[in-house]
C-alpha cells in the first residue's frame, strides 16, 4: 500500500490517497479530499491498472481524464500524486516525496 497526502497550496484542500495493488496491477484508489472537484474525480476512479496508466499519454490517462471531466484546476497536483500512488503501491517506483517551491520575484 502507499498512501499520499496533498496538500495543495492556497486552496487549502488537503486530499489524501491510499493505494493497493493486487496480482494483476489492478490499483484500489480510496481517496479523501474537501474540494468537491476531487470526491468527483475519486469516484470516476476507484481502481486503475497501473501497466495501463504509466503506459498512456497524459492526455489519455483515466485519471487525467477524469479529473478533466471533474472541471479540477489545470495546476491541481492531487492527480500528478494519484499516479505515484499507483505506480509506488504497484512496485513500479519507489517513494519519495515531491516538492513544489513558489515564489514570486
Known amino acids: 500500500m502507499a498512501t499520499v497526502t496533498v496538500m495543495p497550496g492556497v486552496c487549502g484542500m488537503e486530499t489524501t490517497i491510499?493505494?493497493?495493488v493486487d496480482d494483476m496491477y489492478n490499483v484500489q484508489l480510496e481517496i479523501n479530499s474537501?474540494?468537491?472537484h476531487i470526491q468527483q474525480m475519486a469516484?470516476?476512479?476507484p481502481q486503475v491498472s497501473a501497466l495501463a496508466e504509466i503506459?498512456?499519454?497524459?492526455?489519455?490517462?483515466a485519471i487525467y481524464l477524469a479529473a478533466s471531466a471533474a472541471k479540477c484546476h489545470t495546476a491541481c497536483p492531487v492527480p500528478s500524486a494519484i499516479i505515484k500512488a499507483v505506480e509506488v503501491a504497484a512496485g513500479l517506483a519507489l517513494p519519495k516525496d515531491v516538492q513544489f517551491t513558489i515564489s514570486k520575484d
Open 18 to 20: 491510499k493505494s493497493s
Open 34 to 36: 474537501t474540494c468537491p
Open 43 to 45: 469516484a470516476a476512479v
Open 55 to 61: 503506459r498512456k499519454p497524459m492526455t489519455e490517462s
